[in-house]
């Protein structure tokens, strides 16, 4: 069964970062790409970025260059570095499987303002 805890989401001006961390299952995660998606008001959930097992990544358009996805499998636990955050980026953010079923974590709130 998966479980998901996100944290590391907080307030931040334009233009600052922010590190994003979420501790997944053992066995799910170990077996498993994992992906970080976000969700802003009136909008519907989306894809941020994923990572497979072995390290291959994907970013959306709109993230690429800025946001930064990586993997520890020792610690069964997966980040995303943000950097020149913008008001657009601000969101709940959830990480979850790449292909992820219905269970969704609580989330990190991401607040970008000046």
């Known amino acids: 069964q998966v479980h998901l805890v996100e944290s590391g989401g907080g307030l931040v001006q334009p233009g600052g970062s922010l590190r994003l961390s979420c501790a997944a299952s053992g066995s799910i995660f170990r077996l498993n790409a994992m992906g970080w998606y976000r969700q802003a008001p009136g909008k519907q959930r989306e894809l941020v970025a994923t990572?497979?097992?072995?390290?291959?990544?994907y970013y959306a358009d709109s993230v690429k260059g800025r946001f930064t996805i990586s993997r520890d499998n020792a610690k069964n636990t997966v980040y995303l570095q943000m950097n020149s955050l913008k008001p657009e980026d601000a969101a709940v953010y959830y990480c979850n499987l790449r292909n992820p079923g219905t269970y969704w974590g609580q989330g990190t709130q991401v607040a970008v303002s000046s």
């Open positions: 990572i497979t097992v072995g390290g291959s990544t």
